[in-house]
């Protein structure tokens, strides 16, 4: 915080702001408010703790929390220690030169210390999750959750721990759910001591160094302590003292609040959710196993942290930033080592959009890179993968996305180069039709060997004979059409906003638009919902991205079958046979709003600052956080 404020990145709020819904709407519509995105120290909460939320909102408060000037950096600080580690040694002194270094990383390794630490200055006589700030984010959300919650398992069988980051809803005020989703690796701790037919020890840490929260999201390997990466990043050995009523667990000596208890796994599971989520659409409730709190310690200057999550972009997005730079040189020099670069786009949501470039030198190597990488720790639930040409060879840099994308489309056969695969995918995916498991896409525009050449591939020119006006006026269920792409940037690729109203019509849309004139040359056709404005292409691919199963809901139209169409748009049970809940998006509610603008002038915000949510109040469904089929 001392850091924040001196770099005139915090603003702190001395007025009262109620934890519930307030907080968070004030939150979101700083965090997506440009140059006035600040972290904010909410001071007056109602309770006796203030709240701390968007700390990690930007790249530059990010590259505070890690102590670096760029991300890049810790990712060029890895590199340089898995090389010296990799790199032959040819003689006694080479290998000798080694131990200082080794040295240096066996120093960041974590301890345990004895005696109490910091963040148990103060045992709450009488444990009450009440008695914290604890945020209702979201109109929907089915009550308070903790947001930004270190939680520490051990496995039972061999004492390894594990950080992981698990949203907790509260239910009583020594009860809360714990959101483990049964490809994360505290669920198969769960599932140990449910075999041995022991209470599983718990305990979760807020705040303390921003590195402790950083690094239980990192998509560790499963035998890698989470507090050595804090360690490395840090650059010093993360302390950790034992907790009170659970003392197999360890906990950071400096965190602001120790919430300790335990899972019984003899216990009935508690319905949890709703809650808005980091996908801009809520999660739907599910049975989770119950944590019952038997302590909650604290620092005396206790400060709590939280996030919010929804509609991107949020907090989380740069979370993921940084987890995209540090983590490219391990893929890279374990899995696959001709990746260049990687980027995960804001609109994908983290997994569902990935773009890759790769040294490409021999036929077949994108298919390579693809297996490789839906092989590759948490990328398995990756959705589109999108690989190019690095730049070394000639290649565009990956952040530059309409010069990446009109290479990647000239590359592009959309028959033979677009590959479909499924596989287990994000428990979060609403659009699979069996959770956790559904469809995947790679569109490799890689440039191509002769081998992999079936038909001569040229640069796109739109046709004069094309008209968006004259399709639409053709189809009237066509709400709008965006051929931005093709027109200014000769991207051969057209989005189509909708309204879909019988079963087989996004198909049958896409039969007749191959049809028109002047579609010779397009190689995608991207059907989104008729009440999502097909001109805003960060809002196209947020929704398409999203409501997309690849393997499902892809057809190629056209006199040759040359044209890709993918089917973005919401399913139903009436129109598509779908049986599983859809989920509706996230904007907060008109009483939240209104109480916002009008304590907006005792803020210190300065200008007010209008609610993100009126932008997307006509895309949102009819029903509550499920919704109607009949809409």
């Known amino acids: 915080m001392d850091a924040l404020e001196q770099a005139g990145e915090l603003v702190r709020i001395k007025a009262f702001v109620d934890p519930v819904l ?46 670096v000037q760029h991300l890049d950096d810790a990712m060029n600080d890895i590199d340089g220690l898995l090389k010296k580690m990799s790199t032959p040694k040819k003689g006694l002194l080479e290998k000798l030169a080694m131990l200082p270094e080794l040295g240096k990383f066996a120093s960041y390794m974590p301890k345990v210390v004895s005696g109490r630490g910091a963040c148990q200055e103060v045992v709450m006589e009488k444990p009450d999750m009440s008695k914290l700030p604890v945020l209702k984010c979201w109109p929907e959300d089915g009550g308070p959750f903790v947001t930004l919650p270190s939680i520490h398992t051990k496995d039972p069988n061999t004492g390894m721990r594990n950080i992981g980051m698990y949203r907790m809803q509260v239910f009583e005020p020594t009860m809360t759910g714990m959101h483990w989703h049964k490809h994360k690796v505290s669920a198969r701790h769960f599932n140990e001591y449910k075999k041995l037919g022991k209470r599983m020890p718990v305990a979760v840490a807020l705040g303390g160094d921003p590195v402790y929260t950083y690094s239980a999201t990192a998509p560790l390997p499963e035998n890698v ?60 409730p599910d049975w989770y ?34 987890t995209e730079r540090i983590f490219l040189t391990p893929i890279k020099m374990t899995m696959v080592p001709e990746i260049t670069d990687m980027n995960m786009p804001v609109e994908g949501v983290f997994h569902n959009l990935v773009i890759a470039t790769i040294d490409k030198e021999y036929a077949g190597q994108g298919q390579k890179v693809m297996n490789a990488m839906w092989g590759a720790g948490q990328m398995m639930f990756n959705k589109i993968l999108v690989l190019a040409n690095g730049v070394g060879q000639n290649g565009i840099k990956i952040d530059d996305y309409k010069n990446l994308a009109r290479e990647v489309f000239n590359n592009l056969n959309p028959v033979t180069d677009v590959y479909f695969s499924q596989g287990p995918m994000d428990v979060l995916d609403h659009s699979c039709s069996k959770m956790g498991f559904g469809g995947k896409m790679c569109i490799d525009g890689t440039r191509k060997t002769e081998e992999e050449i079936s038909t001569p591939l040229l640069p796109y020119k739109i046709p004069a004979d094309f008209s968006a006006g004259r399709m639409a006026a053709a189809h009237t269920e ?30 049958e849309l896409h039969e007749k638009l191959c049809k028109e004139p002047g579609m010779s040359g397009i190689k995608m056709v991207l059907y989104v919902e008729h009440t999502v404005n097909a ?45 599983r809940p859809w989920p509706n998006i996230i904007v907060a509610d008109d009483a939240t709003i209104d109480a916002v603008d009008k304590k907006w002038p005792t803020l210190g915000l300065g200008e007010l600052l209008n609610s993100p949510s009126f932008r997307y109040k006509t895309q949102l469904y009819r029903g509550g956080a499920t919704v109607l089929d009949s809409e």
């Open 22 to 67: 307030e907080i968070a709407e004030i939150t979101d519509r700083v965090s997506k408010s440009g140059d006035r995105n600040k972290a904010l120290l909410f001071e007056n909460t109602g309770t006796g703790f203030p709240v701390l939320i968007n700390a990690m909102g930007s790249d530059k408060r990010m590259c505070i929390a890690l102590g």
């Open 225 to 284: 302590d989470e507090y050595m990466l804090a360690g490395f990043l840090r650059k010093k050995k993360v302390e950790l003292v034992r907790c009170i009523t659970q003392p197999e667990i360890e906990v950071p000596s400096d965190a602001d609040f120790i919430i300790e208890g335990y899972v019984d796994p003899s216990e009935e599971l508690i319905w949890e959710g709703p809650f808005g989520d980091h996908t801009g659409y809520y999660s739907l």
């Open 289 to 322: 196993p119950r944590f019952h709190v038997t302590a909650i310690t604290h620092r005396k200057d206790a400060i709590y942290p939280a996030t919010i999550v929804g509609i991107p972009p949020q907090e989380d997005a740069w979370i993921g930033k940084a």
């Open 478 to 507: 066509i709400a709008g059409i965006n051929d931005r792409l093709m027109r200014e940037w000769e991207i051969p690729v057209l989005f189509v906003a909708m309204k879909k109203d019988r079963p087989g019509h996004v198909a």
């Open 535 to 579: 001109g805003d292409i960060a809002d196209v691919l947020w929704r398409f991205c999203n409501n997309l199963d690849p393997k499902r809901d892809h057809m190629y139209g056209g006199p040759q079958r040359l044209i890709l169409g993918l089917d973005g748009t919401r399913k139903t049970k009436t129109h598509d046979n779908f049986d």
